[in-house]
């Protein structure tokens, strides 16, 4: 399923790589605001989640809930938001962005709000954490 | 799993009831603006997906499939949304939206933006068009 995946080049240029799940590319979102991870499946030329098949779909709901109790264990969220949107970039991909009531963007969603990057050492940090209980 | 399901008073009065599928609830939201289907897991106390157990997040993406393929023969949109937020309202919802790339809000996402109320004839149209392809 890995073979030859291409990933969409904003995805690539606006996240960094944490680890590959047996379906799904864990990136996290370079956005300091919100812990944010987006899965992407390693299938190419994929835009709905119905352009994967049961079994597929099954495992991503798996995916999503592991990334989503590392979220609960790590951050304590208040609110999970899970969403595959895509109308910017159209290569399927899942949200999962914790939430706090004293976020700088509660109680609206995250998407198109303002980003703050991640400085290298607290990306790597985040990126410790969830390899704690997504390995 | 039906009895006694309460269903947010919120949702209740925002939407317009569908059907029932063995796990949720199906609602209309009342927006003219977009095809814009509710899937209301029937469990109280629901918050996130993940208090879901395995058996019951696999129907609910097979329930999320049903919708998404009835919106897709009904209105070819160009990309799905399908969303978990529930900032606002807590009990566990999934939205799932038929987007066009001429529709209002566009590449937005639609939370949060303008709405335009169903006529009653309409909506029946809607209801109807749905339950030709979800019953």
Redesign the interface.
């Known amino acids: 399923m890995n073979n030859q995946f291409i990933l969409d080049s904003r995805l690539a240029n606006d996240c960094f790589e944490v680890i590959n799940l047996k379906l799904s590319k864990v990136l996290l979102m370079n956005n300091n605001l919100f812990p944010w991870i987006i899965l992407v499946p390693k299938k190419n030329s994929l835009?709905?989640?119905?352009d994967l098949n049961?079994e597929e779909?099954?495992l991503?709901?798996?995916e999503?809930?592991l990334i989503?109790?590392a979220m609960?264990k790590l951050y304590s969220p208040d609110?999970?938001?899970?969403?595959?949107?895509?109308?910017?970039v159209?290569q399927l991909h899942i949200h999962i962005i914790s939430?706090r009531k004293n976020d700088s963007a509660?109680?609206?969603?995250v998407?198109?709000k303002e980003t703050k990057p991640y400085t290298e050492a607290n990306k790597q940090k985040v990126i410790n954490d969830f390899l704690q209980y997504i390995k």
């Open positions: 835009k709905e989640l119905i049961a779909q099954n991503l709901m798996e999503i809930s989503s109790k609960m609110k999970l938001n899970v969403a595959t949107l895509g109308n910017i159209e939430r509660w109680p609206q969603p998407f198109g």
